[in-house]
């Protein structure tokens, strides 16, 4: 099973801030890395996929990058809907999917 | 516009059955690969199980495997968890979610249904 680690755990940041956050994965995925993001009450919702790409209806503030064993997921400008839980998924090693334990981006 | 809506979640006692559906609109159901995909209360997300757009393939993760049985109805736009020998562990959400791609398995999901609470408890 691959395992991916999300850090930091809890990101504390102010709107219009930047933030970086981690997902590593414990054997290359090469670049079949997906990012969602869930807000409390709602379902996951899919905003990167393959490392980089952004799905449909994705803001330009929303990035990611990385290839192997280490990606990051970078919002540029914080915008107050931003605050939420961001999960790294593998798709690499399928069908045993998984997920990493999740980011939590919260309001400074 | 895509809505997946699942149904049949309550509370079931450690060892029993219980079956989940999920009702798909908006998208031709029968070109997709669907899956499962759970969240424990307070937890993170944990893959369950696919099926093939021609349930050719289906897949399961290794925590219910050979407990949980995975279907759909083409005709009728419907999913189905079939979840015997419950375990306390399997109390979580679960939702029905769609593959990104057409008539292969992606493995990733762009849309998801909002969810059925299942709690396994005597």
């Known amino acids: 099973e691959i395992v991916l680690t999300q850090s930091p755990a809890t990101l ?16 290359s995925v090469s670049s079949y890395l997906v990012w969602y993001q869930q807000k409390p009450g709602q379902a996951p919702r899919l905003l990167i996929y393959d490392a980089f790409n952004r799905a449909t209806g994705i803001p330009t503030r929303f990035s990611g990058s990385g290839s192997g064993t280490d990606f ?11 605050f939420a839980v961001y999960y790294c998924q593998q798709r690499s090693n399928w069908p045993a999917l998984t997920f990493g334990g999740g980011t939590k981006v919260e309001i400074k | 516009e895509v809505q997946l809506v699942e149904s049949g979640g309550g509370l079931v ?102 969810g059925a609470l299942i709690t396994v408890s005597s």
């Open chain 1, 12 to 27: 504390s940041l102010s709107p219009g801030e930047r933030a970086t956050l981690s997902c590593r994965a414990s054997q």
């Open chain 2, 13 to 114: 006692q450690p060892g029993r059955s219980l079956r989940l559906s999920c009702a798909a609109s908006g998208f031709r159901f029968d070109d997709y690969a669907m899956h499962w995909v759970r969240q424990a209360p307070g937890k993170g997300l944990e893959w369950v199980s696919a099926i093939s757009w021609n349930s050719d393939r289906v897949d399961y993760a290794d925590s219910v495997k050979g407990r949980f049985t995975i279907s759909r109805d083409n005709a009728k736009n419907s999913l189905s968890l079939q979840m015997n020998s419950v375990r306390a562990e399997d109390t979580a959400l679960y939702y029905c979610a769609k593959d990104y791609s057409s008539l292969y398995s992606s493995y990733f999901f762009d849309h998801w249904g909002q």
């Open chain 1, 72 to 82: 990051t997921l970078t919002i540029s400008s914080l915008e107050p809907e931003d």
